[in-house]
């Protein structure tokens, strides 16, 4: 009989992805979903759906009986404006939640997708997963202190759990790069500063190589683990693969950085004294931030070898746009 894998989330960008991989890897799959969700890429896939909701204890502890394996996904992200009760609910309790029943129900690893984010502004890059977190936003507060739970509600000797933190994602279905790939379609890209500061932009294909071995390799309990791709990129070369992609010109028209760089510094200050959000404060960090990161830890202990550069992931995500009529 094959192996449960559960994956929460699986109706997002990265649990479609990884529900595909299970699937073909020969895994049965579970996907945990809320009643409103749309499921028929995964019941298309084969996979099994139980509808239940992250805060409500009894329904997890069902969906999780007799898994192998959980993927938590499942989270409150900036995209769909969740309030602050949001974030505590569903990334922090409802981690709790899913940690504790994995935990009852003795499956073999639990790897929990956090984010790279939890770093906040990084003052020395490249940054390892020695680096103090230092999170900056509400968003990554909560996925901090959900990766503290996950620590506190197992014993460092009898662990199932694994931590992976995610970066900015790009493949088929990652429809978050829509917007700006049509600004670059249409002439119309703003750039803040050089350009030369780097992101750690990684195809979905690598990201989910690297989630499968989280929870397969062996003697890896408790550990965390960044997941990017094989090289951080500068903006200037994000930016000339996706005009690559496309066919069109690479002019960007730049803005000067210093006085957006004080309206962020700005942001992060009134973020952390009151818990305010600025307009946008946030969303320039990309253009303004050099965010690069080592993944040695994870090439030595997961084998974990990322093989889709910047302009191939671009490519395909530019693909998947035209194909869908996106544009």
Request: neutral net charge; aromatic residues 6%.
């Amino acid at each position: 009989m094959a192996a449960l894998a559960l994956v929460t989330g699986a109706t997002g960008f990265v649990g479609g992805h990884l529900s595909e991989r299970l699937v073909a890897d020969g895994y049965t799959v579970r996907a945990m979903a809320r009643p409103s969700s749309d499921t028929r890429f995964l019941t298309g896939l084969g996979v099994e759906v139980a509808y239940a909701d992250l805060l409500d204890w009894p329904a997890v502890e069902r969906v999780v009986d007799g898994c192998d394996q959980v993927y938590h996904l499942a989270a409150a992200t900036p995209r769909s404006r969740p309030s602050a009760e949001d974030y505590r609910g569903i990334n922090e309790t409802g981690t709790l939640h899913v940690i504790r029943a994995s935990v009852a129900a003795g499956v073999r690893r639990f790897v929990f997708a956090s984010t790279l984010g939890v770093f906040g502004r990084i003052s020395r890059p490249p940054a390892d997963e020695r680096t103090p977190a230092h999170p900056n936003t509400a968003y990554r507060r909560s996925k901090w202190r959900a990766e503290g739970i996950v620590r506190d509600e197992v014993t460092s000797d009898a662990s199932p759990a694994v931590i992976a933190r995610l970066p900015s994602l790009l493949g088929p279905r990652a429809i978050g790069w829509l917007p700006w790939v049509r600004d670059i379609a249409a002439g119309h890209v703003l750039v803040i500063g050089s350009g030369r500061n780097r992101a750690p932009l990684t195809a979905i294909s690598d990201a989910v190589d690297g989630l499968r071995l989280c929870a397969e390799t062996p003697g890896i309990e408790g550990r965390t683990y960044l997941l990017t791709g094989p090289e951080c990129v500068p903006i200037n070369r994000a930016i000339t693969a996706i005009a690559r992609s496309l066919e069109v010109a690479d002019t960007p028209r730049r803005l000067p950085a210093l006085p957006l760089r004080l309206y962020h510094r700005l942001g992060d200050a009134i973020d952390r004294g009151l818990g305010l959000s600025l307009p946008r404060a946030h969303a320039i960090e990309f253009f303004l931030e050099d965010r690069a990161f080592s993944i040695e830890r994870a090439r030595v202990e997961l084998g974990y070898q990322p093989r889709v550069s910047i302009e191939d992931a671009m490519q395909q995500t530019v693909e998947w746009y035209l194909q869908e009529g996106l544009l």
